[in-house]
Nanobody, 129 residues
Framework: QVRLVESGGGSVQTGGSLTLSCEAS????????MGWFRQAPGKEREGVAT????????????DSVRGRFTFFKDQKDPGSNRLYLQMNNLTPEDTGRYYC??????????????????WGQGTQVTVSS
């Protein structure tokens, strides 16, 4: 199986930045696509970003975070299974628990949670005004 561990959450003020990381272990060669999702209290889970590696690197960001968030793989250690979500210019609407997820079924790389089979425990992000 695939194990995912998130870290890097915290509390910041509006306009601040955070970098979340996701470390994958286990049968990582089975991973086709990885994604970040978030869920705020009382709200549905929202897909934030996806990344997959197929003849290069392809990332996709939700409209709500495009231009502020970046999803990328560890550049310093290409052999690692760590990915990062760089979040800039944060607003209170970005508050929520952020989850890393892996899809081991080849096909489309989507922002739809049910497409993902493996999930981390999440890390909390709180943005105050």
């Amino acid at each position: 199986q695939v194990r995912l561990v998130e870290s890097g959450g915290g509390s910041v003020q509006t306009g601040g930045s955070l970098t979340l990381s996701c470390e994958a272990s286990g049968k990582t060669l089975l991973i086709y696509c990885m994604g970040w999702f978030r869920q705020a209290p009382g709200k549905e889970r929202e897909g934030v970003a996806t990344i997959y590696f197929n003849e290069g690197v392809t990332t996709r960001l939700a409209d709500s975070v495009r231009g502020r968030f970046t999803f990328f793989k560890d550049q310093k250690d290409p052999g690692s299974n760590r990915l990062y979500l760089q979040m800039n210019n944060l607003t209170p609407e970005d508050t929520g628990r952020y989850y890393c997820a892996a899809d081991t079924s080849p096909g489309s790389c989507t922002l739809w949670g049910p497409d993902y089979q493996h999930w981390g425990q999440g890390t909390q992000v709180t943005v105050s005004s």
